[in-house]
């Protein structure tokens, strides 16, 4: 059993700051690239930032410059500064890693439970 855990949302005013967390936990082999995904009313979820193992980050283009990813390999727990925000940025945020669990043979994706962000004045 493997199981994403985030926390962090919240309402926030235009300019403002949030940090979301997602750790992961249970039967755990290895984690490849874990991220940070989002789902506003009515549209497509899409990949806002990832991370390798190795630290190698990936943002999607409107949030360059105003968030960071980051992970704690040792806590299995991912990361992610929200600075700035717009309230464009207001969505339902999910944790993503891709993982190997003990015993198993694949690597695959796992999800958390999403934490809504909402971003107005």
């Known amino acids: 059993q493997v199981q994403l855990v985030e926390s962090g949302g919240g309402l926030v005013q235009p300019g403002g700051s949030l940090r979301l967390s997602c750790a992961a936990s249970?039967?755990?082999?290895?984690?490849?690239?874990m991220g940070w995904y989002r789902q506003a009313p009515g549209k497509q979820r899409e990949l806002v930032a990832a991370?390798?193992?190795?630290?190698?980050?990936n943002y999607e283009e409107s949030v360059k410059g105003r968030f960071t990813i980051s992970r704690d390999n040792a806590k299995n727990t991912v990361y992610l500064q929200m600075n700035s925000l717009k309230p464009e940025d207001t969505a339902v945020y999910y944790c993503n890693a891709n993982l190997l669990r003990n015993g198993g043979l694949w690597s695959r994706d796992y999800w958390g439970q999403g934490t809504q962000v909402t971003v107005s004045s």
């Open positions: 991370i390798t193992s190795g630290g190698s980050t």
């Open positions: 249970g039967s755990i082999f290895s984690i490849n690239a």
